[in-house]
Nanobody, 115 residues
Framework: QVHLVESGGGSVQPGGSLRLSCAAS????????MAWYRQAPEKERELVAN???????NYADSVQGRSTISRDNAWNRVSLQMNNLKPDDTAVYYC?????????WGRGTQVTVFS
């Protein structure tokens, strides 16, 4: 079974930083694109960033320049470093991958940026 488990969320003030981590199991991690999504209250889930198997990255405009996605294939982990956090970054952040013809999601980790 494929499992994605997020960690690292929390509450920070604007301008603060958080590092989210996702541990993956049940897949040949190194061959799959991994992604972070987020969903704020009453909003649709949106892509934050993704990273391909060969390390190419893509970011939403809203986090470009403030966030860095990375992967550690030895430990089957994908991380999202977020800096200069803003209240609009408040959301549940989900780890995602597509494998075996379907999407897999973690349960999410809450990020709250309060002023």
């Amino acid at each position: 079974q494929v499992h994605l488990v997020e960690s690292g969320g929390g509450s920070v003030q604007p301008g603060g930083s958080l590092r989210l981590s996702c541990a993956a199991s049940g897949i040949n991690f190194k061959i799959y694109t991994m992604a972070w999504y987020r969903q704020a209250p009453e909003k649709e889930r949106e892509l934050v960033a993704n990273i391909t198997s060969d390390g190419r990255t893509n970011y939403a405009d809203s986090v470009q320049g403030r966030s860095t996605i990375s992967r550690d294939n030895a430990w089957n982990r994908v991380s999202l470093q977020m800096n200069n956090l803003k209240p609009d970054d408040t959301a549940v952040y989900y780890c995602q991958t597509r494998a075996y013809g379907r999407d897999f999601w973690g349960r999410g980790t809450q990020v709250t940026v309060f002023s």
